[in-house]
């Protein structure tokens, strides 16, 4: 049986490429957290992430940052549904927030995780169009399926 991702859909298009660029930011941002480990990075992604995941993005200051760069016309667009972006901004959120409060505590070799996985995740997104929280969605959504069908 072939591998098969599953993906969320709400029907709503946006521009896939203005997604790309934010997480373009979101890249540069973890790797500044990387070598600086300045807490108002994490703090800064937390709440952008939570602004995304959880308000369409209004006030976001990355997607804001996004917009204006595709109003100045240097981004082709690409439609893509928003579902699975604001599913990954919602694991964004989770992550930096893991991040933060391990930061905050001081437990570096996770936070060297975390962070790590968030620049990866992040790199994936902006320079190759691979979005993670698409083929997390689906291991999540397979064992809830299976959950369901053993009960």
């Not at 660029?21 to 939570?50: E, H, K, R």
């Not at 905050?104 to 902006?126: D, Q, R, Y």
Request: glycine share 6%; net charge positive.
């Amino acid at each position: 049986m072939a591998f098969q991702r599953v993906c969320p859909v709400d029907f709503v298009a946006i521009n896939g490429n203005r997604v790309r660029v934010t997480a373009l930011f979101v890249f540069l941002l973890s790797v500044g957290y990387l070598f600086t480990q300045s807490l108002i990075i994490p703090v800064f992604l937390v709440i952008d992430f939570y602004l995304r995941a959880f308000y369409n993005g209004r006030f976001s200051l990355l997607q804001w940052t996004s917009i204006q760069i595709e109003k100045r016309g240097w981004l082709n667009v690409k439609w893509t549904d928003r579902a699975p972006k604001r599913f990954a901004a919602q694991l964004g959120f989770l992550v930096t927030s893991m991040l933060f409060i391990f930061a905050m505590v001081e437990l570096k070799m996770l936070v060297f995780w975390i962070g790590t996985s968030l620049v990866l995740f992040s790199f994936l997104e902006s320079f190759f169009g691979i979005c993670v929280g698409c083929y997390i969605y689906t291991v999540y959504s397979k064992f809830f399926q299976t959950n369901k069908q053993a009960n």
